[in-house]
């Protein structure tokens, strides 16, 4: 009989030794006992809480993204400025959070973007975390611009942090965070200097 209160203490160990792995050996190489074994439990441990790797994975995405949601809700927060600018600038920073942008979570979410194209459920997590993002920035412009400008602003925004996180990733090297936000606050100041023109 396990005992009361482990399950999420079981299911963090077993999230943390999922990027763990996917960091030292990729997603492909990432294998059920492999990951068990960086979490000193047994493979059948893996198969009770989450049924299979995809489920690890699934739950895995959904650490990061409450990571990435507590990073942006946690600058917006603490913000003096309600304008939308500072609420916009508090998003980009939030996307390019230390939980986003470190080895692990960026190679687990490529891992995540390449296996959401073939898994169902993947797919659904991926539309939400889009959603979430394009919306939250088309609040925010909407405050400054008219409808259709707004919406153009937050696809461009959002395919930006997409683009500068991308980039980062792939370059073997450590993110360069400052220099991300320095672009897309350029792009900001850019749609939003629309609204007094």
Same mark, same amino acid.
């Given at each position: 009989?396990?005992?009361?209160?482990?399950?999420?203490?079981?299911?963090?160990?077993?999230?943390?030794?999922?990027?763990?792995?996917?960091?030292?050996?990729?997603?492909?190489?990432?294998?059920?006992?492999?990951?068990?074994?960086?979490?000193?439990?047994?493979?059948?441990?893996?198969?009770?809480?989450? *049924?299979?790797?995809?489920?690890?994975?699934?739950?895995?995405?959904?650490?990061?993204? *409450?990571?990435?949601?507590?990073?942006?809700?946690?600058?917006?927060?603490?913000?003096?400025?309600?304008?939308?600018?500072?609420?916009?600038?508090?998003?980009?920073?939030?996307?390019?959070?230390?939980?986003?942008?470190?080895?692990?979570?960026? *190679?687990?979410?490529?891992?995540?973007?390449?296996?959401?194209?073939?898994?169902?459920?993947?797919?659904?997590?991926?539309?939400?975390?889009?959603?979430?993002?394009?919306?939250?920035?088309?609040?925010?412009?909407?405050?400054?611009?008219?409808?259709?400008?707004?919406?153009?602003?937050?696809?461009?925004?959002?395919?930006?942090?997409?683009?500068?996180?991308?980039?980062?990733?792939?370059?073997?090297?450590?993110?360069?965070?400052?220099?991300?936000?320095?672009?897309?606050?350029?792009?900001?100041?850019?749609?939003?200097? *629309?609204?007094?023109?």
């Amino acid at each position: 009989m396990p005992k009361v209160g482990m399950q999420p203490i079981r299911r963090s160990q077993l999230i943390a030794a999922t990027l763990e792995a996917v960091d030292q050996v990729g997603m492909a190489d990432a294998s059920i006992a492999y990951i068990a074994r960086l979490a000193g439990v047994s493979n059948g441990i893996i198969s009770h809480y989450f *049924k299979d790797k995809n489920g690890l994975l699934e739950a895995t995405m959904r650490h990061l993204m *409450k990571a990435l949601r507590e990073a942006v809700a946690g600058r917006r927060e603490a913000l003096t400025d309600d304008s939308p600018q500072a609420h916009l600038r508090a998003m980009i920073d939030g996307n390019f959070d230390d939980s986003q942008v470190s080895g692990p979570a960026m *190679k687990t979410w490529l891992a995540f973007w390449a296996s959401s194209m073939h898994q169902p459920a993947l797919r659904r997590l991926q539309r939400v975390n889009d959603h979430r993002l394009y919306s939250n920035l088309c609040g925010q412009f909407r405050r400054a611009l008219p409808q259709d400008q707004a919406r153009h602003a937050a696809r461009g925004l959002a395919s930006l942090i997409d683009g500068l996180w991308l980039r980062g990733a792939l370059s073997g090297e450590t993110f360069d965070t400052a220099q991300a936000r320095r672009i897309a606050y350029d792009y900001l100041d850019l749609q939003l200097a *629309k609204a007094g023109a």
